[in-house]
């Protein structure tokens, strides 16, 4: 038992979550060591969402309502921490809700995809084919999912689909809590924050963002910009960490 006065309550029952996860095959077995990465990073800005990110979130509602066919791309790690978030979006912006696994197999996929039905998503199911130049399981997706998309957001990814996804000609949003990783530097707009500060931010931003905040925010976006600037924000605040 967490006692809730533990100063860390959150993130320890964040952590008891995943293991229970991990125990009935939402979460791989590395996706927990994903998570302590992504722990690690948070600790580094302070466990709050920073200027830098904000501006990505909202620039990420806009590319989402602006899309011919957005879609959501959601793994193990994502759907066991944030499915009622991500139903939440999928409502805001109207995009399509897909899994796509690293560590595939049909039944984790049907797994994850009751997960996400029983939290409110509409999940775009059906026949998968293996679509995306990949030489590994990622490449597997649905024709008129994500193959056709021509927006993509994918938390917590490998930098390997989202150079593909990219080469593909869609753009890609990521939410990686490292801003060096191969992910960050590969998409066109990185959220450098939490999955689940980011997502309620970006569903906030699609009920909130006007049309002509919209187009400025796209016509503004400079991703090398956005990561600097996360770059930035963390080192001021380790710089600072003992005051
Ligand atoms: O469910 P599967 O089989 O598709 O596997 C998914 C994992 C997470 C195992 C797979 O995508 C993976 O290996 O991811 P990586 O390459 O470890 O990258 C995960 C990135 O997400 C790391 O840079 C972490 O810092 C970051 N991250 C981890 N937890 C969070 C996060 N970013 C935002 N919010 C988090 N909660």
Redesign the pocket.
């Known amino acids: 038992m967490i006692p809730p006065s533990h100063p860390r309550y959150r993130s320890l029952m964040k952590r008891e979550h995943l293991a229970h996860c991990a125990k009935n095959g939402i979460?791989?077995l590395?996706?927990l060591t994903?998570?302590g990465?992504?722990e690690a990073?948070d600790y580094l800005i302070g466990e709050r969402t920073m200027d830098s990110a904000l501006l990505a979130e909202r620039t990420s509602a806009a590319l989402l309502l602006s899309a011919r066919q957005p879609v959501i791309s959601v793994?193990?790690?994502t759907a066991a921490?944030a499915a009622p978030q991500i139903a939440a979006l999928q409502k805001a912006c109207g995009a399509k809700v897909e899994v796509n696994?690293?560590?595939?197999t049909p039944s984790r996929v049907l797994a994850i995809e009751d997960l996400l039905r029983n939290a409110g998503s509409q999940v775009f199911s059906g026949t998968y084919e293996q679509l995306l130049p990949l030489p590994h399981d990622r490449a597997w997706c649905r024709r008129d999912g994500m193959y056709s998309a021509d927006v993509v957001l994918v938390?917590?990814?490998?930098g390997d689909r989202c150079g593909a996804l990219a080469e593909m000609g869609k753009t890609v949003i990521a939410?990686?809590?490292?801003p060096l990783?191969r992910?960050a530097r590969t998409a066109n707009l990185t959220i450098v924050?939490?999955?689940?500060r980011a997502l309620p931010q970006i569903t906030r931003a699609c009920t909130e963002l006007t049309q002509s905040e919209r187009d400025h925010l796209i016509t503004s976006l400079d991703n090398h910009y956005l990561l600097t600037e996360a770059i930035r924000e963390m080192t001021m605040r380790l710089s600072h960490a003992l005051d």
């Open positions: 979460v791989s590395e996706g994903a998570h990465r992504g990073f793994n193990g790690n921490l696994l690293f560590h595939w938390p917590l990814e490998d939410i990686d809590l490292n990783s992910t924050d939490e999955l689940t």
